[in-house]
């Protein structure tokens, strides 16, 4: 499974950001979202099955950020909003073989490049 993450940016805070992760389409058990800031283990943010029947959120992204898929493309998106500095971090997507959502990273055994989003207040 090859992911390539794109989308970062900057953006002001209160603003919004789309980020992108296209997979080669192989079927998974789950697709991810995590990030990153200097000196910190990568977190988790949000996650979603394959199917698209469950997905579950980081409590820091709750009611802000969405995570979808588009099978036609084969692109899994993360759309944030109400961004706010402390959204600011390399993002990257991740796909899991097997075994549903999980948020550890060490679960996951695909990861794309990561993608800067800079959130300025």
């Known amino acids: 499974v090859q992911l390539q993450a794109y989308g970062g940016g900057s953006v002001q805070a209160g603003g919004s950001v789309r980020l992108s992760c296209a997979d080669s389409?192989?079927?998974?058990?789950?697709m991810s979202w995590f990030r990153q800031v200097p000196g910190k283990d990568r977190e988790f943010v949000a996650a979603m099955t394959w199917r698209g029947d469950r997905k579950f959120y980081a409590d820091s992204a709750k009611g802000r950020f969405t995570i979808s898929r588009d099978n036609r493309d084969n692109t899994v998106y993360l759309q944030m909003n109400s961004l706010r500095s402390e959204d600011t971090a390399t993002y990257y997507c991740?796909?899991?073989?097997?075994?549903?959502?999980?948020?550890?990273?060490?679960?996951?055994?695909?990861w794309g490049q990561g993608t800067q989003v800079t959130v300025s207040s």
């Open positions: 991740a796909a899991r073989r097997s075994g549903g959502i999980a948020t550890t990273s060490s679960a996951y055994d695909f």
């Open positions: 389409g192989r079927i998974v058990s789950a």
